[in-house]
């Protein structure tokens, strides 16, 4: 009762304080459960699928050449090659299915399970056509062609819905990240006035949310900017160059022959690859102010230049080019080097006749394939013709 009568502002404080500490906690808690639940959603799963996929419209392609070249102009293909390929190509579907299943999300996943057994059984079909015909009879060719075509075909839908999927199954949670983030700036209005009595979860609370803004912006192996991110960046630098007609330039650079050096050496090796590869991305962003890079898929990796004439962005992308090369990791499975090396594919805005984010990402990607075609660990720039 002394208590009541001397002190009663201390008896309203103390029940606010409790009860604002009890919903502190509850609310520190499913933040953190909030964050865990991120990491799983949105981590490496999401990229090794777009990443799986596009390889395989990549095999598809490769296949689809082959046989063209056989088809239209009667050049000689190694049978068994074809056939080891298709095989290859079945494997890659097996892994595609095992990665959709880790891959926790609410949208139904049914119609792409159904594209991948279509696509299997289209394939299973030009095995056996391959296995069992012969590729200089005509008619049979015909009939390997028309598989191929039902393969190819659903290998780009499969590929198109898989990635609308991620796209969508990520923003769901990118969303979600933004709604956190505004949960937690009221959260701390709330309970401002308690600063001295909860200095200590407020610090936490900060820690969780620059660890929230971390997830949404980088790549979680390498600590690069995400695709996510280089989307946004790109669409920001084509506005100012159509603005400022300020210099801009894109590199679209992967390793060469990375498939061979997971296969030999395991995918732990190649993430350490991938990361050394990054940290040095990093040393180089210290020397050269006007580059940001970007990890935009699984061995794939994109360089947005600032301020640099056309000249200067050749020259440092075949200063990235020979660095990541003097890296000396080890490649014995390499058909280029006996170390990791690079192609880099180069496409500069002033020679883009409509310029957009998809029309330089789609020079810059048709220049890294040139690059490759021409015996990759090189660069090619995208030259407009005249």
Known sequence: MQLLKSNPIKIVM?????????????GLWRFQQDIKDIHRHIGITPHEIRYQLQQTNLQVALINQEINLTRQYQIQNDKQDLINRAKQLKSRIENIRVVWRTLK??????????????????????IQLLITGDLNASQHLNKIFFELQQVKIFSAAMYSHGSAFIREHTDRYVKKLSRISMAINTLILVFIVLLAVLSY???????????????????????????RQFNLHLAHDVSE??????????MIFDIDYFKLFNDHLGHIAGDHALQRISEHLKSLKKT????????????????????????????????????????NIEHTMSKVADNLTISIGIASAETLE???????????????YEAKKRGRNQVYCYQREP
């Open 105 to 126: 999300s609410d949208l139904d996943k049914t119609n792409l399970q159904e594209e991948l057994n279509t696509f299997e059984s289209h394939l299973d079909t030009l």
């Open 241 to 250: 160059y159509k603005a400022q007609q300020s210099p801009l330039s894109l």
């Open 288 to 327: 050269e102010t006007n580059i940001e890079f970007y990890r935009v898929g699984g061995e794939e990796f994109a360089c947005l230049c600032h301020e640099q004439e056309h000249s200067k962005t050749q020259k440092v992308a075949e200063q990235i080019r020979a660095s990541i090369e003097a890296l």
């Open 354 to 368: 409509e310029l957009n984010s998809d029309s330089i990402y789609s020079v810059a990607d048709q220049a890294l």
């Open 201 to 227: 979860a407020l610090m936490l609370i900060f820690q969780q949310k620059n660890d929230l803004n971390k997830l949404s912006i980088e790549d979680p192996l390498t600590g690069l900017y995400n695709r």
């Open 14 to 26: 103390i029940p606010m304080i409790l009860i604002g500490l009890v919903l502190l906690t509850i």
